[in-house]
């Protein structure tokens, strides 16, 4: 290619759609027949393979979307709150009555409030808290929502954005999600445990609390659940945070810091917590009542 075309490209971030650019309508569809270019999306140009690129394949799927559309879903959780997510489909929202699919793209009529409007890669993107909410349901639980609470997004902000955007399918699930979220939990097993805790009524606790622990590295660690008065901490143990030997070493002494400490701690599994509640709540009642 030569040189202005290869500049063209640079400074649309490796994709361009053709209608924006009249004077090189002729030039580029040269380069698309001869297979230099490659038309991922209709009008829309891009070198052969660059949209393996989950960034590129994002800018490809807003030009064809519209300046108006905003990326929603799985693509946006991607981007601003749960970088590891898998990603196998990219999902556009706009004002105006269009749908559409092409290949993975694809394109839903949603209005979004312009204050849930993130720009970020030089994409329009449902702001996290946005996404969180997009992504809770019946389904798939609230798994988003503990993960965008435990990046930094606040409680307060999803709440603010379900405010906004009520009257939708699946809402009365997310409403439920949320309810069950005003202790902050960040994984749904915490979730489970802290729904059993109010299920039972049992009081004086917090939630990701941090304690100070002076011989560790971090000089503290925040615990799952804390009976501060008790000096109780209830641990949630996942294999999603404790499958390697680095983080199994680092939770060993971190919990023989907690006990010299003074703290009785109690660990849980995510299969205690939703087949043996009864059990659970058990261990609890007697390490609380252990420590009056």
Excluded at 62 to 80: E, K, N, Y
Excluded at 187 to 211: P, T, V
Aim: proline share 4%.
């Amino acid at each position: 290619m030569k040189a202005d075309i290869e500049e063209l490209f640079r400074a649309n971030g490796g994709v361009l759609r053709r209608a924006d650019h009249p004077l090189f309508s002729r030039r580029l569809d040269g380069l698309r027949s001869r297979g230099i270019l490659e038309s991922p999306l209709p009008g829309i140009l891009c070198l052969p393979g660059s949209t393996n690129d989950l960034v590129i394949a994002l800018r490809a799927g807003q030009l064809w979307a519209g300046p108006d559309s905003v990326l929603i879903g799985r693509s946006a959780a991607r981007l601003t709150f749960w970088p590891e997510l898998e990603v196998r489909r990219y999902d556009f929202a706009t004002p105006r009555k269009r749908h559409g699919r092409r290949g993975p793209w694809t394109l839903t009529q949603r209005v979004t409030p312009p204050e849930l409007v993130w720009h970020h890669h030089g994409l329009r993107i449902a702001a996290p808290e946005l996404t969180a909410i997009d992504l809770a349901s019946e389904r798939d639980g609230g798994d988003a929502i503990d993960r965008a609470l435990r990046a930094g997004v606040t409680l307060d902000r999803i709440q603010a954005a379900f405010d906004n955007t009520r009257g939708r399918v699946g809402n009365t699930a997310r409403k439920r999600l949320l309810r069950d979220s005003r202790d902050s939990p960040w994984s749904e097993a915490e979730r489970r445990l802290h729904a059993l805790l109010h299920a039972e009524n049992i009081k004086g606790w917090s939630a990701n609390y941090w304690i100070g622990l002076p011989n560790l590295e971090t000089r503290g660690a925040f615990v799952d659940v804390l009976f501060k008065s008790r000096k109780v901490v209830v641990e949630v143990d996942g294999y999603e945070f404790h499958h390697d030997r680095a983080a199994f070493e680092r939770d060993r002494r971190r919990r023989n810091e907690l006990v010299l400490a003074g703290y009785t701690v109690l660990n849980f599994t995510w299969e205690q917590i939703t087949q043996s509640a009864d059990w659970v709540i058990g261990c609890i009642r007697r390490a609380l009542a252990a420590r009056v």
